[in-house]
């Protein structure tokens, strides 16, 4: 059963031709007929930033000029992770009719969720260029790392994918839970304040899995970081994680198609 | 060479949510559909019960049997969606899968892309399905509608375009739910002869159907299903 779930994973991602039709596909369905597209979703992220930049910036006594490139970058990758779980809960749920019919590898519904996000998080690091021509980043070689840091993202989006996928294709109220929780996440890890901002107490912020997801993207933005500890924490994650849904998904992995 | 080799397969559906308490007895028949059984306190509907056959280069399967009977089920076993529960299926052979032939289809999309996004759906790389293209088009005798969003065709144009792109390529092993019928009385009897030449090209056709006599002009083999239990095979002259 192993090798089944291997073979899946194998194919769905040399499947390069149909997870990312697919994902542009989703993202055409959705905005066609509109001028702008994923565009508009852009504007008013880039409006909701410039608004709370310099306003929460005074609220928590912080300097705006270090700030808001933190809340900009934070928050455009925040909503990359928060849409990567959520919609990971309803990966094979919405895929129902393909699932049903045939022989496609469960694993390309995951890749579509995380490709689909991946473009539209594209789409938002427009705000990012244009913050970056007023605070820019400082140059660094740690820069190169930001491509790395997004495909570490999406590498760890897929075990979770697979495991909210099945999850939540068997049980129906998981997907609330989990959307609760990302809601109250938000709050509970650095994206509106700073980690420095803990003191003593930053332990909060280092036993969050989301808090290292965002590091290893703010760190060399902000200021030429590598954020070591950073990345260990996310490869140990997709380690332990790949580790634990493996067998799961061996497991389960046949019984999708009846769940759905 | 083409084969299908299946033993003792049996499909159970979970069904959650049901109130469990309404099935008093433990095993229930009804008049129609799958056996409803319980398991460990959750109630399931058997689908398919211990089957078991082999299919060679040549069979020209007509699954009949009742509503609810395992027609579908079958199928979509052989199509690969369903692993039994119990049982294995082996499948040599390239399917194609006629149960629903416009799965894959967005409405919002143009002809020309929908063209793709069924082909792949079907298993198909883009630069397989580009020369088909031509063909396609001048089939479904859609023209410069092609280029239009589908939402601007009406149900039948949509349905040709859906069996052209669906029945462009010929395979080895074909899965058919009922026969396929579209359009008007000129383009049905276009798609008849285009349906017959797949089906004839066709190693292996398993064709679920009620109608006896296009199992009869079809096939070599009746299978009848009852309470999702292969019940007879028979072979018929053709």
């Known amino acids: 059963m192993l090798a089944k779930a291997m073979r899946d994973l194998r194919v769905g991602i040399l499947s390069v031709h149909v997870w990312p039709t697919l994902a542009w596909q989703e993202i055409r369905q959705r905005y066609r007929r509109s001028v702008l597209g994923p565009f508009w979703l852009t504007i008013s992220i880039g409006v909701l930033i410039a608004g709370m930049g310099p306003l929460y910036s005074r609220l928590f006594g912080q300097d705006t000029s270090s700030y808001f490139p933190h809340l900009a970058v934070s928050f455009i990758v925040w909503m990359l992770l928060a849409s990567l779980i959520t919609e990971g809960c309803t990966s094979f749920m919405v895929a129902e009719g393909l699932i049903k019919e045939g022989r496609m590898p469960l694993t390309v519904h995951v890749l579509r969720v995380i490709w689909k996000n991946l473009i539209i998080f594209a789409h938002h690091a427009l705000i990012l260029v244009i913050l970056f021509l007023f605070y820019p980043p400082p140059l660094s070689w740690a820069l190169l790392l930001v491509p790395l840091a997004i495909l570490a993202i999406a590498v760890n989006a897929l075990w979770v994918g697979l495991f909210l996928g099945m999850l939540c294709a068997r049980f129906r109220d998981i997907p609330l839970i989990i959307q609760s929780i990302v809601q109250v996440m938000f709050f509970l890890t650095p994206v509106l304040w700073t980690p420095g901002a803990l003191g003593r107490h930053a332990w909060a912020a280092q036993w969050n899995p989301l808090n290292h997801l965002l590091e290893i993207v703010r760190g060399p933005l902000l200021d030429g970081r590598v954020a070591a500890t950073s990345w260990a924490a996310v490869i140990g994650m997709a380690l332990v994680g790949f580790a634990f849904v493996l067998p799961v998904f061996a497991r389960f992995r046949a019984r999708v198609a009846y769940w759905v | ?238």
């Open chain 2, 1 to 238: 060479m083409a084969h299908i080799s299946v033993q003792d397969v049996s499909v159970d559906f979970p069904i959650y949510g049901a109130q469990s308490r309404s099935f008093k007895k433990a095993l229930f028949r009804a008049a129609t559909g799958g056996m409803i059984a319980r398991d460990h306190d959750r109630i399931v509907v058997r689908a398919l019960d211990g089957v078991s056959f082999e299919l060679r280069d040549g069979d020209r399967i007509g699954l009949v049997g009742h509503n609810g009977s395992g027609k579908s089920t079958l199928l979509r076993v052989l199509s690969g969606a369903y692993e039994p529960v119990r049982g294995t299926v082996n499948v040599e052979g390239r399917i194609a899968s006629m149960l629903n032939i416009s799965l894959g289809m967005d409405n919002e999309a143009t002809g020309y892309e929908n063209i793709f996004l069924r082909g792949i759906v079907m298993g198909f790389r883009p630069r397989e399905i580009e020369p088909l293209v031509d063909e396609i088009v001048a089939f479904s005798e859609l023209g410069d509608y092609i280029y239009m969003p589908m939402r601007t065709y009406s149900s039948g144009m949509a349905m040709r375009l859906a069996f052209a792109v669906s029945t462009c390529v010929s395979a080895e092993i074909l899965l058919m739910d009922e026969w396929l019928s579209v359009g008007d009385a000129e383009f049905s009897e276009k798609a008849k002869d285009r349906l017959n030449n797949v089906v004839g090209q066709a190693k292996i056709l398993v064709l679920a159907s009620h109608d006896e006599s296009l199992i009869e002009a079809n096939c070599n083999k009746i299978m009848r299903l009852s309470h999702g239990e292969l019940t007879s095979t028979e072979v018929i002259g053709s």
